[in-house]
């Protein structure tokens, strides 16, 4: 396959290798780390290794998948290793065959959040088998086991409750909480009732996330799947062919890089009539959420999350739209948006695109003819 060669250059090849794959392999070294690297994995090696696919080459891209499953194996054992696999493999799948097909962008951002949500299914489906039919149940157990026999947990179930994000009741606080040397020991009332809040904790975030994290990210990460490696892979490409000179002809060429007719980022936009259906939904999640049954709960909650994740892309193309109009220098386009993201208020600037039209990118109403 011609888009994806072995490597694109040497240099390449091995940076490419060494951000995605050194990372993970690093944190899967202890069980606390671990668990960043199984976020890692998650949340963001899908969009890494596609950008170090077509920016790098196959293998940085196929070494830097078998590191997140590897460090996945380290974290959570053989069903780590079933759970990375059957995630991560069917998305580069997707990605490698939409490339090499040359679908058109937008086909190909509507195939990559369908695998994306496919692929988060079935690992909902796995986790609720391995779990016995209670997942969420199952997660407080699992972060209650691994505290017990971590020889920091105490410690950590201390930094845990002066951040406020678990709670001991009043009486156990005053004499139950000893520092010794490296951390902090705890009696075991006190460490029961802790454990206790962490597995109600952990119980009802599962179950809050799940169908959140699994439609938002989907939607985020099958965009960014496509948009992160053709915009990039382009401008890595576009430099290495200027580092190489020109060809002896004299005649520059276009360079052989596929872009699928992705439009600028700058100038994304939902039209009239689907914005204002993406924000009824947005609204209507919103309400749903607080609703009294659980199945109307979930439903509010992907209602909002699918919403909410279109408004945040419109966002970040608004943000983009304003720093190329004054000149920002690349790296700032992509740390601020990512800045703005974590913030919470890439939503809340697409919204204000979309009824303001500030970009001037949706042609005017035209006044209806009296009759």
Request: net charge positive.
């Amino acid at each position: 396959m011609k888009d994806f060669p072995l490597f694109r250059s040497a240099k390449a090849g091995a940076v490419g290798t060494l951000l995605i794959a050194a990372p993970l392999l690093l944190l899967s070294l202890s069980p606390l780390t671990g668990l960043y690297a199984a976020v890692a994995v998650l949340l963001l090696l899908p969009a890494a290794s596609c950008l170090a696919g077509l920016a790098c080459g196959a293998a940085p891209m196929m070494l830097g998948a078998a590191a997140g499953i590897y460090s996945m194996y380290r974290f959570a054992g053989q069903a780590g290793l079933l759970l990375s696999c059957a995630y991560i493999l069917p998305i580069l799948a997707a990605f490698v065959i939409v490339v090499s097909s040359r679908t058109p962008f937008w086909r190909g951002c509507a195939v990559m959040i369908g695998v994306h949500l496919a692929c988060f299914s079935a690992l909902y489906l796995l986790l609720q088998r391995l779990a016995g039919g209670n997942l969420y149940t199952a997660a407080g157990d699992a972060a209650v086991s691994a505290l017990e026999s971590w020889e920091a947990g105490d410690s950590m179930l201390y930094q845990l409750y002066s951040m406020g994000v678990i709670s001991l009741k009043d009486k156990l606080a005053r004499n139950s909480i000893l520092p010794v040397l490296g951390g902090y020991q705890l009696s075991a009332a006190a460490r029961k009732d802790l454990l206790l809040s962490v597995r109600t904790l952990v119980a009802e975030g599962t179950k809050a996330l799940a169908p959140n994290l699994m439609v938002s990210h989907s939607i985020l990460s099958g965009v960014a799947c496509l948009l992160l490696p053709l915009r990039f892979g382009f401008i890595l490409e576009e430099r290495r062919a200027f580092l190489r000179g020109a060809p002896a002809d004299g005649e520059k060429k276009p360079l052989d890089f596929p872009d699928l007719g992705m439009p600028p980022l700058s100038l994304w936009h939902l039209p009239r009539g689907i914005g204002w259906q993406v924000g009824a939904a947005l609204a209507a999640g919103y309400f749903l959420r607080y609703g009294a049954s659980i199945t109307v709960q979930t439903a509010g909650i992907i209602l909002y999350a699918a919403s909410s994740a279109v408004f945040m892309i419109q966002g970040a193309a608004a943000v983009n739209f304003l720093q190329k109009s004054r000149g920002a220098k690349r790296v700032w386009r992509v740390i601020v948006p990512l800045a703005l993201s974590m913030l919470s208020l890439l939503m809340f600037i697409g919204i204000f695109d979309q009824i303001s039209n500030f970009r001037r990118l949706r042609k005017p109403r035209e006044p209806k003819e009296d009759v």
